[in-house]
């Protein structure tokens, strides 16, 4: 099986609709080649959902395979959620 892999600048690029990147998801596409995003990009990349649908439009497609589950990566890139979830208790983003 063929297929790349997206990493945050990837997504960010994509959002972005910088050409080269909107080119090669519609090639994979087309070629029904797999897509693979780690949910740590994911988290990276998501930053505003009301402005992202493109990111989500394309983080649906079938042709593309988070690498974990695509909602909790989107839920631990909330600092709230970071501070809850983290076992040493609050932790600060830099």
Not at 28 to 54: D, K, L, S, Y
Request: hydrophobic share 50%; with cysteine.
């Amino acid at each position: 099986m063929s297929g790349v892999v997206f990493d945050t600048g990837a997504l960010i690029a994509l959002d972005h609709k910088v050409r080269d990147v909107v080119v090669l998801v519609a090639e994979a596409r087309r070629a029904r080649n797999t897509i693979t995003v780690p949910a740590g990009c994911v988290a990276q990349a998501w930053r505003n959902p009301a402005r992202q649908a493109r990111l989500a439009a394309f983080l649906r497609q079938q042709n593309v395979d988070v690498a974990v589950d695509n909602a909790e990566a989107r839920r631990v890139s909330d600092p709230a959620d970071i501070a809850r979830l983290s076992p040493s208790g609050p932790t600060r983003l830099i």
